[in-house]
């Protein structure tokens, strides 16, 4: 039950750079991607829960927020802590015994919009679900419609796609509220009846410190109530997972890690809420021939030495498919440049050049007669072999 540390669910410690976190959730999604791990039950939760730390930890702000928290000790571990319906009114919640801080502990109500702790509101929403202070008191959570969660995904796109934009059917993995049960949990013509565990509260909370925070009750899954029996579609959860089809619209002239939002293709929304979000982070597949710097293409051409020295002309495709021809001049060395104006990557109204870089290739071997000429050119140019 305790709130794991998002520098310890992404394995990398709080001073890691922005980059050095985006590294490590690339590569942990990868692994865990239910997608991957067809036959593990526990993935898509462990994908979600590394979804989760990137998303506060990937933005400056909430890492921020988030590093403030860390430092009050709220994520020192919950399981020792005060327990919901101790001493005190409702909302009010004590250290457990032995442990330091201000006399009857803090209270959410207490600390107002938590400005004073900079802002930190936004974030205990974030993770802890809801707003802080509704969730402090006896009936902390809302039954009725709730937005869905969003969905993150990585995409991986080809070169070109990612140059030219385009579009790229997708299928997601989605938990979604249950059709049978419509997310009670209860099977038809069960009941529901209230929750032992919370007292109906559908929260409880835990502490250390004198520093307390509310979790959904694991028994009742935040619900308040348990049915008498649980619907066999979803075990009593009162979702499922499916699969959602999405097509995605690449713009032109994404960079690798470019991230993007799509309003309402998430999960649908308990009890008829609007559904969330889908974040989608492009990973841009290497082509074979082009590579990219900024919004220039560079298309790498092989020449040999005949060409190189005495001159001659290539043709070149562009991303569009275009061929354009290029005269190579007289004396040409390996790794010479030349532009294609206007031909590159379009974004935001710029337009990158096509850039075609010669490369002089040496034969490996001569037959005879061609080691003798080369021999004899050599020498006329006065060459020491």
């Known amino acids: 039950m305790a709130q794991q540390d998002y520098y310890a669910v992404l394995g990398v410690p709080a001073s890691a750079t922005q980059d050095e976190l985006k590294k490590a959730y690339r590569k942990l999604a990868a692994k865990h991607h239910p997608d991957k791990n067809p036959n593990n039950p526990k993935a898509a939760d462990t994908f979600k829960g590394i979804s989760e730390a990137y998303q506060t930890l990937g933005d400056p702000e909430k890492r921020k927020q988030y590093d403030e928290m860390r430092r009050l000790g709220a994520f020192g571990g919950f399981g020792g802590g005060a327990r919901s319906g101790g001493a005190g009114r409702p909302g009010s919640y004590g250290p457990p015994p032995g442990a330091g801080g201000a006399q009857g502990g803090i209270r959410f109500e207490d600390l107002g919009d938590l400005g004073g702790l900079g802002g930190l509101g936004d974030i205990f929403s974030s993770m802890f679900g809801g707003n802080a202070r509704e969730n402090a008191g006896p009936q902390a959570r809302s039954r009725g419609p709730q937005r869905g969660d969003d969905i993150e995904a990585t995409l991986e796109i080809p070169f070109r796609t990612a140059a030219l934009g385009g579009k790229v059917p997708v299928e997601l993995d989605v938990t979604e509220e249950c059709a049978t049960c419509h997310g009670t949990g209860a099977a038809p013509g069960a009941k529901l009846v209230t929750c032992t565990e919370c007292g109906g509260r559908g929260t409880i909370s835990f502490g250390q410190g004198g520093f307390a925070v509310q979790r959904p009750c694991p028994v009742c899954l935040g619900r308040g109530q348990v049915p008498t029996e649980r619907c066999p579609t ?152």
Do not use: W
């Open 234 to 385: 979803c075990n009593g959860t009162g979702e499922v997972r499916t699969r959602k089809k999405v097509v995605i619209t690449v713009p032109p002239g994404v960079d690798e890690g470019t991230r993007i939002r799509l309003k309402g293709q998430g999960a649908r929304g308990p009890k008829g809420g609007p559904p969330g979000d889908l974040l989608i982070t492009f990973h841009v597949k290497p082509d074979r021939f082009y590579r990219r710097e900024g919004l220039d293409v560079i298309a790498p051409v092989k020449i040999n030495i005949a060409q190189a020295t005495l001159g001659t002309k290539v043709s070149v495709k562009t991303l569009d498919g275009k061929k354009v021809t290029i005269k190579i001049p007289p004396g040409t060395t390996s790794g010479k440049r030349f532009r294609v104006p206007g031909q590159g990557i379009e974004r935001d109204g710029r337009r990158g050049d096509l850039i075609v870089e010669v490369q002089v290739t040496v034969p490996e071997k001569l037959t005879p007669e061609q080691e003798e000429a080369m021999k004899k050119f050599a020498e006329a140019m006065d060459y020491k072999a």
